[in-house]
């Protein structure tokens, strides 16, 4: 007979087992908690150190190709059997309050509980900024409820620190982008907007880590291509859906590309057609076009 499961954490991987082993420790062991690391095509010494790991209702998935967390991420939720679903990153960790609030919430009638957490650099764990964010985000909710929910829900995009019904993401289909970058944008906005009910849980349970040769340090030519494509969608979205709040990320974007007219004209052009394919309208694209070569007059840039 299964048992019954009430979370499933889920981690992609590529190889930093040692920091793996850390997070995997920091989990902890329950009878209805189960763990799916999925490997992101790790070298083969790392594959065998992984194979041996010794963890009860752990499931190691092998992916014989790399392609990136957001599709590591969609080989495991198919198979998923928790009534929760929590996503940690493969070098970061959670905190000692974390099996307390497992048990205040499994019984929880709300979609998603979102919860706080800590920055520390993953090596001499001094503290960092990564998720000063977020700490915003829920200093805001306590001020404004209302406000603060809906930057919760659209604008709080990692896809840590939030537990959500697995029926809600089944439910509604919801999956990742499996872009090089930005890859957990529309998944967290879409369950965020699918969401009947929020709770906002105060506590820092979750640790973000900072490393040097982590995947979100740096963007190339293809980065920047599906950044903008994530950035575009998301924009489109929170416009078809009247959900006032604005990116400004965004319209950082919407700046370089519309100096790439005179500075890349190729590139601009593809970047035209992106924003096209995500949905926005060529009367919204030209005039922001236009907004911006207006400010670069202005402001001699």
């Known amino acids: ?23 995997i420790k920091s989990i902890p ?3 209805d908690l189960e763990i799916i690391v999925v490997d992101d095509h ?17 499931d190691l998935m092998l992916n014989q190709e790399c392609h990136g967390a957001g599709y590591a991420r969609n080989c495991a939720l198919p198979v998923a059997k928790g009534k929760w679903v929590l996503f940690a ?7 000692t309050e974390f099996n307390d609030f497992l048990n205040e919430y499994i019984n929880s009638d709300a979609d998603i509980v979102y919860f706080n957490a800590n920055s520390l650099d993953s090596e001499t764990f001094e503290p960092s900024h990564r998720v000063d964010h977020l700490h915003e985000f829920i200093d805001e909710y306590h001020r404004d409820k209302e406000r603060g929910a809906l930057i919760m829900r659209y604008l709080f995009t990692e896809p840590w620190c939030k537990m959500v019904k697995l029926d809600l993401i089944k439910n509604n289909d919801i999956r990742f982008e499996e872009t090089s970058i930005r890859n957990d944008v529309r998944y967290s906005y879409l369950v965020g907007h699918y969401a009947e009910k929020i709770v906002v849980d105060e506590r820092q349970l979750y640790c973000v880590t900072t490393r040097q040769n982590s ?17 575009a969608g998301w924009k489109n979205f929170l416009m078809d859906h ?15 590309f519309t100096r790439h007219l005179w500075k890349d004209n190729k590139r601009f052009w593809t970047e035209y057609k992106i924003l096209i394919n995500a949905g926005l309208s060529h009367v919204y694209i030209i005039n922001k076009v236009l907004f911006y ?3 670069s007059i202005g402001y001699k840039l």
Request: glycine residues 4%.
């Open 42 to 58: 790790s070298d083969a010494c790392v594959v065998e150190q992984l194979r041996s790991l010794e963890r009860e209702n752990l």
């Open 293 to 295: 070569i207006w400010k």
């Open 1 to 23: 007979m299964n048992k019954m499961m009430n979370f499933t954490v889920i981690i992609p991987h590529r190889n930093i087992p040692m920091l793996l082993g850390r997070l």
């Open 242 to 256: 009247h959900i006032p709040l604005e990116l400004p990320k965004f319209d950082l974007c919407l700046y370089n």
């Open 89 to 95: 990153d493969a070098d970061d960790f959670f905190n």
């Open 29 to 31: 062991m329950r009878d």
């Open 215 to 231: 995947v979100s340090r740096g963007i190339g030519y293809q980065a920047s291509m599906d950044e903008l494509k994530v950035f």
